[in-house]
């Protein structure tokens, strides 16, 4: 996948100018030929991270963006904090995201407020959830309510119509999570596709990648398929290569390696009181300044800033 910056200026963005991440996104997911994957991001430095590890799209993930605000994935956070992170996250990587638009925050008004904002800020795409307002994460508890299928497919519909080709619609099924089984996620599937989505989104709770695959297998592919394997994390990806996996998104990862670091920094630096032992463990000041381009300031200041 191939990105051109939109701008040469660091962290200056062409506001609103996303078509074209939209449509490498939308080249990704929908194209069958090989698996592309999603880095997740929780703020700018996280995106800015995986850009740097080379990954060319990132998903902003509810779960990690509620945990970095200090919130629960249950719909705590707002959707405006929502499209505030992501703002930052697109601005500063200009890498094309999928945003984790839980179920859309509501009703069909609420979910086409919450895609047509996410595309004036610059996302990508957003996946949509059928659960019901306040969500769940759904590794939590195991009493999660499916919306009905009408309802959800009308959330689909209006964000479709609203957002039109400007925003890659993922359609994700939770019915496999909330123990309803293979038929009604298959049923599901088709009604969202006939509800206009792009590509869906299975997820599953299972340690192994059999539920998954199955339902790859009974859905031919009649819309790409997106999956996240967090939970079946050992499955090697030449399984979703055979499956004709479309897309797989890594969830999480960065937020949970961000806490264990900082919490093993932490309790070291409160048992030795002293930051000698962890300084060859951290990232130098040098990485933070060039990961966030200072030298782009200072040639710009070259440039642009006579002082008398
Ligand atoms: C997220 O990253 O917020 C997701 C994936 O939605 S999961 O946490 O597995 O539900
Ligand atoms: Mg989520």
Redesign the pocket.
């Known amino acids: 996948m191939q990105h051109q910056p939109k701008s040469a200026v660091a962290n200056v963005p062409e506001r609103c100018a996303s078509p074209s991440l939209s449509q490498i996104l939308r080249d990704e997911i929908c194209s069958t030929s090989d698996v592309s994957f999603l880095m997740?991001a929780h703020d700018a430095l996280s995106g800015a991270i995986a850009k740097r590890a080379g990954f060319k799209g990132l998903?902003a993930?509810?779960?990690?963006i509620a945990s970095s605000l200090g919130y629960r994935?249950a719909n705590e956070a707002s959707w405006t904090q929502l499209v505030d992170v992501v703002e930052r996250i697109v601005d500063s990587t200009e890498l094309p995201v999928l945003v984790?638009g839980d179920g859309g925050f509501g009703n069909f008004n609420n979910a086409r407020l919450l895609a047509r904002k996410l595309h004036q800020r610059g996302a990508a795409g957003i996946a949509l959830?059928d659960s019901c307002f306040p969500k769940m994460?759904?590794?939590v508890g195991d009493r999660h309510s499916l919306a009905d299928i009408d309802e959800f497919s009308g959330r689909l519909r209006a964000v479709k119509d609203t957002v039109a080709h400007d925003l890659v619609l993922v359609a994700r099924i939770e019915a496999l999570i909330a123990g309803y089984g293979m038929e009604e996620a298959i049923l599901r599937a088709s009604a969202y596709a006939a509800a206009g989505a792009d590509a869906i989104l299975i997820?599953s709770r299972k340690s192994t990648a059999e539920e998954i695959l199955s339902f790859a297998s009974a859905w031919h592919n009649c819309l790409p398929v997106v999956i996240?394997p967090?939970k079946y994390y050992r499955t090697p990806v030449s399984a979703y290569r055979d499956a004709g996996i479309s897309t797989v998104?890594w969830?999480?990862h960065s937020m949970r390696a961000a806490i264990a670091a900082m919490r093993h920094v932490c309790d070291r630096i409160a048992s030795e009181e002293g930051v000698a032992g962890v300084e060859p463990n951290i990232a130098t000041l040098d990485e933070v300044f060039e990961l966030l381009r200072y030298d782009e300031l200072a040639h710009a200041e070259a440039r642009y800033l006579h002082l008398p």
């Open positions: 997740e998903w993930s509810g779960l990690s994935d984790d959830e994460n759904s590794f997820h996240v967090t998104i969830a999480n």
